[in-house]
């Protein structure tokens, strides 16, 4: 089969990235409990960008990046029950989660390096990884879904339990994981507003269901947002740095701070009564745990939510792809399209 | 009646401290739903000595401090049922706190300036504000109980949610809430571990009930606190800066940190990735709901739990009580008798 290989481990620090080849591989077939599934297409995330620089734990070569995918079953290894040749169906890509909603196990990892990923014509993951895809949804959009959707849920519904005419406040809004926090909180009913360097992407957001939003370019954001929205109940960041703290003060009294990320790095000067006095919570999460994963995935039906896609490059412009997520300015996903 | 008064309106960075003037003052009258009560004792809180130095909003002269007291019922006001002239009560300090369990209403306040509190032989509360002494305790015991025993159950047990087996990490153990919340979480059956700069008050907390303790002026205290506690389910902070990293440092996965202070001022340098790879929550807390307050004497009852007090004062050395507040190195509640 065609894949993407990842041959050389670079050193975090040493301003490299590794590059990406395309070559024939062999083809993996199931194993006991696993499903092969003909991938029709993948999608980027920063993980499979991080992994180049090295910026990533556990990284072993040779490996085939890619978390994210959707295809076709092509066959099923011993004991496996549910599914069969023809199916259509989404990955996803959070493996050995295990028992625990609140906490990944130690075995926990994510598909795609170490464990050969979905920038492939073929790959085998276990059979409680494999979800049918949501008939709504092209190969393209159910390929863009999993590791955004996934975390976008667990911060948005499972940690910020936005409900109906909630206030939520999403720092950045872009390329990924608020992009899918922005319809999650939007399809809950909640008043989305966004922040953005662009103005174009607000008007996109608004299309997208938020309610408005303000460029942090602007030295008085903080008060024009806080004016327009009244204060957040949630606020969904994957920015942190001097941003986290603009966050309390846009923050409504007893609501709460969801973090995924940090963009901007550590946050400093945090003035603890300031969280005190408004009787806030913080709440960290990351990825999500498999009931959240079907969970998103029959939002999604339900809604009828489509992820936004930025744009779609064949497997054989990978590293185009890659480099653009990382020096791009995107609007939805970057989705890969694999050749038959 | 016999009263402390507060004259001056010291402006916060004068660096001195208002003079508490002990004089005779009308005896207040019940109002309309209030309960006229004739003062056993008062206890002190770090908020009367801030209100000495102006670092307090809405402080009005003349006026008389103090929050916490506990004593017999002299009079009731038209309308109060439920309490006649010798009961003996305990006072809720937190006034107004409205119909929000979650987040007190823009009208609450906190007895003891500008609304004239405990430091006297009588106060005026209105009766919702008045509770039956818990049997076990004496009047000293019942006065050092309120503002503190409050802040801590909210902490512990609304917020914190700790419970039987949780390991529970209070740092700073000393004067004030901490010892609540020490008192509290061993109660609920949690391993209580302390850090202090005295091991003669780690040696005295365990004796309160804690499981260990380690002495933060030792280089590797954290790493010891580890080895020594398995990590924290809940940690209770009122000490921010430094040691809430600290904190983060020491947290198990999926555990919280609940902070109602921040003695060591704002937090710098913190890493979000700490905070959200550890699925970790952060709960901001301040006083109590009305129901808190009910529940913790009911708790206090149940457990036959005594606060602990440092010392007692006469009210006419209200200065001298109030400086080792401010100084010193406390092992409880710092109490006042009230001269009958």
Request: aromatic share 8%.
């Amino acid at each position: 089969m065609k894949a993407v290989v990842l041959k050389d481990k670079v050193q975090f620090g040493e301003d490299r990235k590794a590059p990406l080849y395309v070559e024939e591989v062999e083809t993996p077939q199931p194993r006991k409990g696993e499903v092969l599934i003909r991938l029709r297409n993948a999608a980027l995330n920063r993980r499979d960008v991080f992994i180049r620089y090295g910026a990533y734990p556990g990284i072993e070569v040779p490996s085939i990046p890619g978390s994210d995918g959707a295809g076709i079953v092509e066959a099923v290894g011993e004991g496996v029950q549910g599914f069969e040749k023809g199916n259509k169906v989404v990955v996803n890509p959070q493996m050995d989660w295990g028992d625990n909603p609140d906490f990944p196990s130690k075995k926990q990892s994510i598909l795609g390096v170490p464990r050969n990923g979905t920038f492939a014509q073929y790959v085998t993951v276990p059979a409680e990884n494999v979800f049918p895809k949501p008939e709504h949804l092209s190969f393209e959009e159910a390929a863009a879904l999993p590791l955004g959707g996934l975390t976008a849920y667990r911060a948005v519904v499972t940690k910020g339990k936005v409900k109906e005419g909630d206030t939520v406040i999403i720092p950045g809004i872009g390329g990924g994981v608020a992009n899918f926090a922005l319809q999650i909180a939007a399809a809950k009913g909640a008043k989305v507003y966004v922040t953005s360097s662009s103005d174009a992407k607000i008007e996109n957001a608004v299309k997208d269901g938020a309610f408005g939003g303000v460029n942090y370019t602007s030295d008085n954001w903080v008060k024009e947002l806080k004016e327009l929205s009244g204060g957040a109940d949630v606020s969904i960041d994957s920015i942190g740095g001097e941003t986290f703290n603009d966050l309390i003060s846009l923050a409504k009294p007893a609501s709460k701070i969801v973090s995924f990320g940090a963009t901007r790095g550590p946050v400093n000067n945090v003035v603890m009564p300031r969280i005190f006095f408004k009787q806030m919570e913080i709440h960290g999460t990351t990825m999500g745990n498999p009931a959240e994963f079907k969970d998103m995935l029959s939002f999604y039906s339900n809604h009828k939510l489509k992820p936004k896609i930025d744009s779609v490059f064949p497997l054989e412009k990978i590293e185009e792809a890659s480099d653009k997520m990382d020096q791009g300015s995107l609007s939805g996903k970057i989705v890969i399209s694999i050749p038959e």
